[in-house]
């Protein structure tokens, strides 16, 4: 791994150029001679292309049932094999549908669309984000940041996203956000 490591290091230089020249050049020629940008993305850095490259090398190290064998049904390795076998059997998801994330949502605080009795006066943004990260021990379905306004750098923002992918986010003010900060000491 760390022979691929510096390999790659030594693939992202221009050796054609002189470094006194043009160092940079010279330092990430390779980089941009080699790296392909797919349609979908406007760019590629030579971190996006590491994280795919482990990426990858974990979803092959996931589906490698040899390598599964080797370990206890009672490991976390085991487990964790067993997981992401869940996450990929696209029969089982299409067959459950909707209802596991409806499920979730109605034991977690509901939503408009789905319960007639639904009030946004009871509706408390930071109990039921507690609620999740308590029950579900994760925070797979939103993602939250502190950022600064990009305006005024004394400025903060809490930012909702997506998961972990850090998709989608969109900015509360934090006046709004404190106003209801009291409330989640009632219970």
């Known amino acids: 791994m760390v022979v691929n490591y510096f390999s790659d290091i030594i693939n992202k230089l221009d050796e054609s150029t002189n470094p006194c020249d043009d160092f940079y050049q010279y330092s990430c020629g390779g980089f941009l001679k080699k790296t392909h940008i797919p349609d979908d993305k406007t760019q590629v850095t030579s971190s996006a292309v590491a994280d795919n490259f482990v990426k990858y090398a974990l979803r092959d190290l996931l589906q490698n049932e040899q390598l599964m064998s080797n370990y206890s049904k009672d490991s976390a390795v085991y487990k964790t094999f067993t997981y992401y076998k869940s996450c990929m059997n696209e029969s089982a998801i299409e067959n459950a549908g909707i209802k596991p994330v409806l499920d979730v ?29 308590v029950d579900l021990n994760t925070p797979a379905f939103i993602g939250l940041d502190i950022a600064s306004s990009y305006f005024n750098t004394s400025e903060r923002f809490i930012t909702i996203s997506g998961g972990r992918s850090g998709n989608n986010s969109i900015e509360l003010d934090k006046e709004q956000s404190r106003s209801r900060v009291p409330r989640l000491k009632e219970e």
């Open 105 to 133: 949502i109605e034991q977690h605080g509901s939503w408009n669309i789905t319960n007639k009795n639904w009030s946004k006066d009871s509706w408390i943004l930071e109990k039921i984000l507690a609620r999740l990260f």
